[in-house]
Structure formats: structure tokens, C-alpha cells
T-cell receptor
Framework: DGGITQSPKYLFRKEGQNVTLSCEQN?????MYWYRQDPGQGLRLIYY???????QKGDIAEGYSVSREKKESFPLTVTSAQKNPTAFYLC???????????????FGEGSWLTVV | KNQVEQSPQSLIILEGKNCTLQ??????????LRWYKQDTGRGPVSLTI?????NTKSNGRYTATLDADTKQSSLHITASQLSDSASYIC??????????????FGKGTHLIIQP
């Protein structure tokens, strides 16, 4: 099936640890995104990439890092510098970057990260 | 600052009834408006996308309307089913402003359908 696969679904992080969330898509999309969702809040953009080997900071990039070495993959690392990482993380992709109506954004199933 | 306000925050209705969710935005300039459905603990799924020139768009029992003059949109759900229980997110897209991806997300309306 075509789609976006995020793993793991649930992840626990100890204080001071870095953790990496995986995101893989087989939709042949150029653009990929990472969002953070907190209870009662709208989605906030962490990082996005419009093409392989290139990515840009979103609105809340501090404490996070990404790489885009392959078109299909866009992993997100939550570093120890992120002081409040407990949240629901959503990976997404679209045919291309941009805000046009033809550019539907498709989301993965999300990953829950909890600091213990 | 670009903003998207959704109302009500939460809504409970009986199965089979209709309901309407509201979305007001201050995003300018405007490119398009999107409605997503998000089941608890899952990723959002696109319902509709409307451009400036479109007044209404349907997807099964879901009908979205857009008034670009008043910057208001609504999502009407007809003959609700238990599976409609979810959060509904309004997203406004703009070529400039908003988030770095050009999108401004509302906080969502949490809809519960009771049998």
C-alpha cells in the first residue's frame, strides 16, 4: 500500500537522551514535513524539506534536527536540548512544496513521545 | 499575525443528527482552505480543499462552504455516524505569512457522536 509510515508509534525518552523518529514514504513525493501536536493546540511545523539533501527550519526547530539523504526518508531527531519534548509528532509529505490547492498534504499515523 | 479560529471547541450530538463546524481566519493573502479529519491518536486525513473562487465542496456526507469576503468557512456533516467522532481541523494556506510552510492550522473542533 502507498503511504507514509512512522515508527515507533510510542517512544519513551529519558532526560538527556537523544531519540530519533523514523518517517518513510512511498508516494514519490518531493516534499516532507515534521509537525508537533500538543493537546488543544494546532499543529506546529518543526522542519520541512522540498528536495533531497535540503531542508529548512520551521517555526519551532530549536532542539530538533533532521536529515534528507533519500527521497523516501525524513528522520527527526529530538535532542536533549529540547526541554519539553513530550508530544504527538506527525510526519507528512506532498507532491511538492508550496501552498497551491493541488498540493494535498498527506500525514502519517503519528508517533507519541514521552519523557520519563 | 495570521490566525485560524475554530468553533465550537467541542460538540456532542446524537447519531443521525446534522451539525456544522465553523472556521474564521485572518490569513491574507489567501490561497486555499482545507478541512482535515483526525481520529484520536492518528494522523489527519484530508476532507476538502477550496480555493478563493469556490463557495462549496462536498465529500460524501461532508460539505464545506467558503465565504472569502467574510473570511469564514463551515463544515457541515449530514446524518452523523459514530465513525464521525474525531477532531476536525481547519487549515488556511497563504503564499506568504502563516507558518514557514505557508499553512496556519486551527486548534480543531472535537466532535463526539453519541448512539
Amino acid at each position: 500500500d502507498g503511504g507514509i509510515t512512522q515508527s515507533p508509534k510510542y517512544l519513551f525518552r529519558k532526560e538527556g537522551q537523544n531519540v530519533t523518529l523514523s518517517c518513510e514514504q512511498n508516494l514519490n513525493h518531493d516534499a516532507m514535513y515534521w509537525y508537533r501536536q500538543d493537546p488543544g493546540q494546532g499543529l506546529r511545523l518543526i522542519y520541512y524539506s522540498q528536495i533531497v539533501n535540503d531542508f529548512q527550519k520551521g517555526d519551532i526547530a530549536e532542539g530538533y534536527s533532521v536529515s534528507r539523504e533519500k527521497k523516501e526518508s525524513f528522520p527527526l531527531t529530538v535532542t536533549s536540548a529540547q526541554k519539553n519534548p513530550t508530544a504527538f509528532y506527525l510526519c507528512a509529505s506532498s507532491t511538492s512544496g508550496g501552498t497551491g490547492a493541488g498540493n494535498t498534504i498527506y500525514f502519517g499515523e503519528g508517533s507519541w513521545l514521552t519523557v520519563v | 499575525k495570521n490566525q485560524v479560529e475554530q468553533s465550537p471547541q467541542s460538540l456532542i450530538i446524537l447519531e443521525g443528527k446534522n451539525c456544522t463546524l465553523q472556521c474564521n481566519y485572518t490569513v491574507s493573502p489567501f490561497s486555499n482552505l482545507r478541512w482535515y479529519k483526525q481520529d484520536t491518536g492518528r494522523g489527519p486525513v484530508s476532507l476538502t480543499i477550496m480555493t478563493f473562487s469556490e463557495n462549496t465542496k462536498s465529500n460524501g456526507r461532508y460539505t464545506a462552504t467558503l465565504d472569502a469576503d467574510t473570511k469564514q468557512s463551515s463544515l457541515h456533516i449530514t446524518a452523523s455516524q459514530l465513525s464521525d467522532s474525531a477532531s476536525y481541523i481547519c487549515v488556511v494556506s497563504a503564499p506568504t505569512g502563516g507558518g514557514a510552510d505557508g499553512l496556519t492550522f486551527g486548534k480543531g473542533t472535537h466532535l463526539i457522536i453519541q448512539p
